[in-house]
């Protein structure tokens, strides 16, 4: 998604950025018609408007890094600090 719309933003010489419903409906609008029906029927009928299609309505990329990030912060691992001194010394 970031490379079409970088490739868009300098043919058209202004900055192009597709929202992820645009990118999904033209690759599958099946299966974007199945996830609203689900989140529909599932979730909650009014999780669509509200919640989901305003993430949809963000640029592909970005939804793409924020879920990225959100997915490292949860499998970070940190490495524990020694704060005893081995032994011999």
Known sequence: ?????????VATSH?????????????????LESFRQFVETRIAPAAWNPFVAIILDQPGFAVFAVLAVLLYLVGYKRQPRYTRLPAGH
């Open 1 to 9: 998604m970031a490379v079409v719309d970088a490739t868009r933003s």
């Open 15 to 31: 900055l192009v950025m597709t929202p992820l419903t645009t990118s999904w409906n033209s690759v599958s609008p099946q299966t």
